[in-house]
């Protein structure tokens, strides 16, 4: 469903990206990890067109992602994204917030997009703070909207950078638990993450991305129980605070 080759994204010049490949197929579930500045955010914004790149090649369901050319938005419609902040419209109620892609974009009827806005919102367990406005909700709620919002143009793909980053410790559970809802109804899912937990327990492929690559790949078992790269035990190491299981001891 993405395919992405030889990826490479500078800003200035600092290289950000050096030559990603990662190939995500419909169903599955990808977690992205790694310390801050190696790159999956980019690699995620990339995907979604919300960034240019300088090499290499992004598609997406067959189709070149460009974020210069015709076809980007109606690819980007394809794609829905789950940011760290929930970007919500302060002045909007919820309900407002989970209708105005399927209205303004996709232009469907109000009674139509309605009905599926509340719908999800029953989804994700925020049926009952329709009428709120994103001020009334906590961190986890507003998060739990955006995931509703995003949902609510019909994806065939979620992307997910850090959704949990923003939030206090207790507000992070109902967050991974709608996360683990999509998952098990087979929704394609990209996610950028520092829980291990979840990444452990949904995810079928962990990549670990250091300095702008992918230094290692594989299922979630292999990779976060007994990686084989000495990067990625020394980053294991500092996020779990145990010991990790050495394999084959490359660098």
Do not use: W
Request: with cysteine.
């Amino acid at each position: 469903m993405i395919d992405i080759e030889k990826l490479q994204k500078r800003y200035g010049d600092h290289q950000v990206l050096h030559g990603v490949d990662l190939h995500v197929n419909a169903g599955e579930v990808v977690c992205l990890i790694g310390p801050s500045g190696s790159g999956k955010s980019t690699v995620l914004r990339c995907i979604n067109g919300l960034e240019s790149y300088d090499e290499g090649e992004i598609r997406a369901f067959g189709e070149r992602v460009d974020r210069e050319g015709r076809d980007i938005h109606r690819l980007r419609s394809r794609m829905g994204m789950v940011f760290q902040r929930f970007n919500l419209f302060p002045h909007r109620t919820v309900l407002e917030n989970v209708m105005e892609g399927p209205v303004f974009v996709r232009g469907e009827s109000r009674e139509t997009a309605r009905s599926l806005a509340m719908s999800l919102l029953d989804k994700v367990g925020l049926a009952a703070k329709a009428s709120a406005h994103p001020g009334q909700l906590s961190g986890g709620q507003q998060q739990r909207v955006a995931i509703a919002r995003a949902l609510a143009m019909q994806p065939e793909a979620m992307l997910f950078d850090e959704p949990t980053s923003a939030l206090d410790p207790e507000l992070v559970g109902d967050v991974l638990e709608v996360m683990r809802d999509l998952a098990k109804e087979g929704m394609t899912m990209i996610v950028v993450t520092h829980e291990m937990g979840f990444a452990r327990e949904v995810a079928d492929r962990v990549c670990f991305l250091y300095g702008g690559k992918i230094v290692e790949e594989g299922p979630a078992a292999q990779v976060l129980g007994a990686p084989q790269q000495a990067r990625t035990q020394d980053f294991l190491r500092r996020v779990l605070h145990k010991p990790i299981e050495v394999v084959g001891g490359t660098s």
